[in-house]
């Protein structure tokens, strides 16, 4: 792997974690001038508005921005109607251009695109895996990428640096064409542990606000979690380890028929989600087992210390991520039995045979 590659690829692995973590919620940029995060962040065409700060799934410009637009997202788009009056800064799994962006563009992206009818009047600064130029590059262009595709309508009016794999119409250069190893060097080394500690304490911070919201709904419920891990680790991480792998096969089999297809697609949305609040209800039960060694009862604090345990855990190498599985299969099981637990207390009302205080096991 080349410098020009690293020096996209570790800024843009970063950015698309942060975003697959809040990316759940679709969001509209309605505002002159906006700061938004969502499944999709859209200006819509004939839509105009000063500046735009994005974060999300999906961030689109198909209407006019007066200003400058900062972007990260799994895919971010300047379509063909959209116009950038000011900069193009962004960092994401894809980026394309087929619109206008009159200012500089800077981007790191597993992927970037200049397409046929894509127009950048400012400097053009890419570090990326791969990037294709098939549009108009009015100044000059440094790029850094493993390929670096020139296509026969592109068109780099100024001088071209470039680290990679130089490709296709080199005649769309006007100006000087330079190979430059040193593209990178500097930057990845810096970026990767900034990157890293900036996702890590965005990740605890939306975990925390998640696990909140359910010790703050659900105290009853949260509290049968915590006491399947306490009183049966072993059994209730099999349990776990039976949803994981269940789950996903059920999906699968769902899948196989026409009629299951909708089904299996909402089913995966929901597995997904319990992923997630079976990591959060795993570090929050072994974290409120170890505090009650101690005569602590507090589930605030052990929620916190939960999080913050996982999140140390979580920038070490293989064994970080060995101890976070064992904690998801924990935490799905503790779910899944305190679930259990919850409907045969409801049914044993119902027939006035049971207490109001479900068991767990």
């Not at 970063?14 to 990316?23: D, F, K, N, P, T």
């Not at 595709?149 to 490709?167: M, V």
């Not at 006007?174 to 970026?191: C, F």
């Amino acid at each position: 792997m080349n410098r020009g590659e690293n020096r996209g690829s570790r800024l843009v692995i970063a950015l698309l974690v942060a975003i697959v973590v809040i990316g759940a919620v679709p969001a509209t940029v309605t505002a002159q001038s906006d700061a938004r995060a969502g499944g999709t962040v859209v200006v819509e065409e004939g839509e105009t508005i000063d500046s735009l700060q994005a974060v999300g799934g999906t961030v689109i410009v198909r209407g006019t921005v007066t200003g400058d637009v900062s972007a990260a997202g799994g895919d971010v788009q300047i379509e063909e109607t959209g116009q950038v009056d000011g900069d193009l800064e962004g960092g994401a799994g894809s980026v394309t251009i087929a619109g206008t962006v009159d200012g500089d563009v800077e981007v790191g992206a597993g992927s970037v695109t200049v397409a046929e009818n894509g127009t950048v009047n400012g400097t053009f600064t890419a570090g990326a895996g791969s990037v294709a130029i098939d549009g108009t590059l009015e100044d000059d262009a440094e790029i850094g990428a493993e390929t670096i595709r020139l296509g026969e309508t592109a068109s780099i009016a100024g001088d071209l640096r470039y680290d990679g794999d130089l490709e296709g119409n080199t005649d769309a250069v006007a100006g000087d064409i330079e190979e430059d190893p040193s593209l990178g060097v500097d930057v990845a080394p810096t970026v990767q542990p900034f990157a890293t500690w900036l996702f890590t304490v965005y990740s605890f911070m939306i975990n925390l606000l998640l696990g909140a919201v359910l010790l703050a709904l659900f105290p009853r419920f949260s509290g049968r979690v915590a006491d399947s891990v306490a009183t049966g680790p072993l059994r209730t991480g099999l349990v776990g380890l039976g949803v994981f792998i269940g789950v996903p096969v059920l999906l699968i089999a769902l899948a196989i028929t026409i009629v299951g297809i909708p089904l299996s697609i909402i089913g995966t949305l929901v597995f997904a989600l319990l992923l997630w609040i079976g990591v959060i209800y795993g570090l929050f039960a072994i974290a409120a087992w170890v505090l009650s060694l101690v005569g602590i009862g507090n589930r605030w604090l052990a929620l916190i210390l939960g999080l913050l345990v996982g999140a140390a855990l979580s920038v070490v190498p293989i064994v970080g991520g060995v101890v976070n599985l064992l904690v998801l299969l924990l935490g799905l099981g503790a779910i899944a039995r305190a679930l259990y637990g919850h409907r045969r207390s409801v049914r044993n009302r119902r027939s006035g045979t049971g207490s109001d205080e479900p068991t767990t096991d």
